[in-house]
């Protein structure tokens, strides 16, 4: 089965508490790949597999900044090299394993795992909101058994809510206004909407803060940043100029064609010094995105029991969408040197 994600493009490994001085074995784009932390605090990410049998890295242990094979001993330094080989004087010239480029800003560590160089052409999406002291946010790692792509796809279409979460619906809202419009660059595609006035959904209500009474306009917006990064702003405009916003962010790294980790992150501009509103915050995204992996782990196993070419059908609702799963078609076209196919298709999402 052929990976429908691009390689040249910065995803996010982990986030910067999980790695530590205990190799963290974590498999990305289908790479097994082992994170560490030198004793200065750089993180370190290499492929993780010992050069001398096929045991993991992650199943060793540090020494100062080498890794150590937990099977027969040989050491790494934190550039690959193998610099240690018990059992000899000196280790076979040209011992090393890959080593991938690696990018920690704030609560997150990214990975290149492309072409290697390349890296140094682009650099990883700004995410301000995570280190800005204007913005409090937190955060969760979860694992999806779904291809990435229906991920980026389930989230650009917020339409799925009046099905799947209607009680997070501001009331009098029956309906979602149409896209007000599309913007595709060569790797992002976003979408705005504003929404007609509505009183608080009781989860609003409690995040705010804000009066019940009143209706309250507000503005939605979605954004396929690249195939490694969603983000979802939300924002509940007053009566009195005042903007309470809120950014969803997704880190979607393929594990697998088709399983998921993701990195959720939520991000609010109100409230910043109250824990207790992070703590509503993410026992609520959390119970969604529970609902939403449920639903999407029934898709994937539909399409790899189907075994052939999706003919799915898209409606408008679905521009968004549809448009970021060209992109990364193209992305993963260019890299191949595979033809694009000539309409988007679900096929490579299956299993
Ligand atoms: S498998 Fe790693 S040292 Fe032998």
Partial sequence: MKPNYPFNCWYVAATSEEVGRRPLGRRLLDVPVVLYRTGAGAVVAMRDRCVHRAYPL??????GDRVVCGYHGFAYDPDGVCVDVPSQENPPIGARVRTFPVFERGPLVWIWLGQPGAAALRTPPATPWLTDPGWASFGERLHVGANYLLLHEHYLDLTNVFAM?????????DRLPYLDEVEVSEMSVRYTRALPPARLAPWEAEATGLPRGPEYHRREQGTFVSPALHVQRWVIDTEQGDSYEQLRMHGFTPETPTTTHVFLRVARNYSTDRALVSDHLRGFFLDMIGRDAAVLEVVQRQLAEEGEPGRDINVKADRAAVRAR?????????????????TPTNAIARS
């Fill in 58 to 63: 992650s199943s060793g242990h540090l020494e």
């Fill in 165 to 173: 979460h209607p009680a997070n619906v501001p009331p009098g809202i």
């Fill in 326 to 342: 060209r992109v990364a078609q193209a992305m993963v076209a260019e890299e191949t040197g595979r033809p694009l196919p000539r």
